[in-house]
């Protein structure tokens, strides 16, 4: 299944536009191996952050929006980057950061 690179729909997988908002259907590529590399450290971060409940209320929900950005091929904001870098691993934050640079 793919989906609308604009809105974030999902999409059938032979159409050329998207049903909702109109936009070409371009192919999504595949995640660099930094954004991979950058997914295992914020799953890293929820782990280490388990034994706080506060902290795991915003790391959990970090790394699941970063997933899902990477799934369906958008970006994510410079400020969800650093945010990353600061609270919950510092290694997926950089990786983040200097990873559209490098894929």
Do not use: H, Q
């Not at 604009?6 to 936009?23: I, P, Q, R, V, Y």
Request: aromatic share 8%; charged share 20%; hydrophobic share 45%.
């Amino acid at each position: 299944m793919k989906y609308c690179s604009n809105c974030g729909k999902e999409l059938d997988d032979n159409a050329s536009f998207c049903s909702s908002c109109g936009a070409p259907c371009g192919e999504v590529k595949k995640p660099g191996t930094l954004k991979v590399i950058a997914e295992i450290f914020m799953v890293l971060g929820c782990i280490a952050s388990g034994w706080a409940l506060i902290p795991l209320c915003w790391t959990i929900p970090m790394t699941v929006k970063y997933f899902k950005s990477v799934k369906e091929g958008r970006d994510v904001s410079t400020g969800f980057k650093v945010c990353s870098l600061i609270f919950v691993n510092l290694i997926a934050g950089i990786l983040m950061l200097v990873g559209d640079d490098m894929d």
